[in-house]
């Protein structure tokens, strides 16, 4: 575990405060982590997240149809 000081205006001070208690934390630090979690979650991109990586690897593994032009594959989309 990383332990760091931070200074904070009392604008997000109180923000971490109402974190804490609208999701029950125990403390800022819990408060702290899961706006970074929130944060990734909502804006880093999904390639960096290994659960993306993950479900690439899936769809890499299943197997495709193969058509040679756009009305091949209307024939057997509709059968």
């Given at each position: 575990?990383?332990?760091?000081?931070?200074?904070?205006?009392?604008?997000?001070?109180?923000?971490?405060?109402?974190?804490?208690?609208?999701?029950?934390?125990?403390?800022?630090?819990?408060?702290?982590?899961?706006?970074?979690?929130?944060?990734?979650?909502?804006?880093?991109?999904?390639q960096?997240?290994?659960?993306?990586l993950?479900?690439?690897?899936?769809?890499?593994?299943?197997?495709?149809?193969?058509?040679?032009?756009?009305?091949?594959?209307?024939?057997?989309?509709?059968?």
């Open positions: 575990m990383v332990q760091n000081i931070i200074q904070i205006d009392d604008r997000e001070d109180r923000i971490l405060n109402i974190v804490k208690a609208k999701y029950g934390l125990k403390n800022k630090s819990e408060a702290v982590a899961f706006i970074a979690n929130a944060y990734e979650e909502s804006f880093l991109e999904p960096l997240r290994p659960e993306y993950a479900k690439l690897e899936k769809i890499k593994k299943e197997k495709g149809i193969s058509f040679k032009n756009i009305g091949e594959l209307r024939k057997i989309i509709e059968g």
